[in-house]
């Protein structure tokens, strides 16, 4: 079936280092992924988002790059910041319609 | 910038009644979603709409939920005799096209006593 994971449920950075989310999937016919951040007690916010026939898409300070060879997806994020703290999820489209299979999320902290 | 919104935040409802959680799309958007989040968990996918209908649906989804778009603004999920394994937050997304950039709300956290 069609599932998307994370490798680590935590990760801590220091203020100013970059920081490198992954994300697993499983289907290979997928051709959209999405990540989001979420801080506590909001919605996800729409981070970046990328096609399957490209292999990275810069943003502000962030950086997505797709490995479809072995369907791995990651996020990094240059200069992390404290604003940055939240738990960051990978979405995938669903080869039916239009919904997200999300990831289990990973909890970005940022040390001062 | 224009947002999704939600109401109410919050809402505590006793088990076997009927609630109706109300969204405002963001107003260019054709397709609309929601999904739920149980407490430490990861968001799931309920169901999609588009032009009046819905087009795509979970096994969560059962005949206790619908949602409906009452008028040109309002999305709204209703489920009709709530369980205690409905409390969860419940976010309402929306698109300007199918399945991409899908921007989501702030969420309604309902709580089911």
């Known amino acids: 079936g069609e599932s998307v994971g994370l490798h680590l449920p935590t990760l801590s950075v220091q203020e100013g280092d970059n920081s490198i989310i992954n994300c697993a999937y499983s289907?290979?016919?997928?051709?959209?992924f999405i990540w989001y951040k979420q801080e506590s007690g909001k919605g996800p916010q729409f981070i970046i988002d990328?096609?399957?026939?490209?292999d990275k898409r810069q943003g502000q300070r962030v950086t997505v790059l797709l490995n479809k060879t072995v369907k791995h997806l990651s996020l990094q994020i240059a200069a992390t910041q404290p604003g940055d703290s939240a738990v960051y999820f990978c979405a995938e489209k669903g080869t039916q319609g239009g919904k997200l299979i999300f990831g289990q999320g990973t909890e970005l902290s940022v040390k001062p | 910038e224009p947002e999704v919104t939600q109401t109410p935040s919050h809402q505590v409802t006793q088990m076997g009644q009927e609630v109706i959680l109300r969204c405002v799309p963001i107003s260019n958007h054709l397709y609309f979603y929601w999904y739920r989040q149980i407490l430490g968990q990861k968001v799931e996918f309920l169901v999609s709409?588009?032009?009046?209908?819905?087009?795509?649906k979970s096994e969560i989804f059962d005949d206790q939920f619908s949602v409906e778009r009452p008028d040109g603004s309002n999305f709204t999920l209703k489920i009709r005799s709530t369980k205690l394994e409905d409390s969860a937050m419940y976010f309402c997304?929306?698109?300007?096209?199918?399945?991409?950039?899908?921007?989501f709300g702030p969420g309604t956290r309902l709580t089911v006593t």
């Open positions: 709409f588009y032009n009046n209908e819905i087009s795509e």
């Open positions: 289907n290979s016919a997928s051709d959209y």
């Open positions: 997304a929306s698109s300007r096209l199918t399945g991409r950039e899908q921007y």
């Open positions: 990328i096609r399957s026939n490209m």
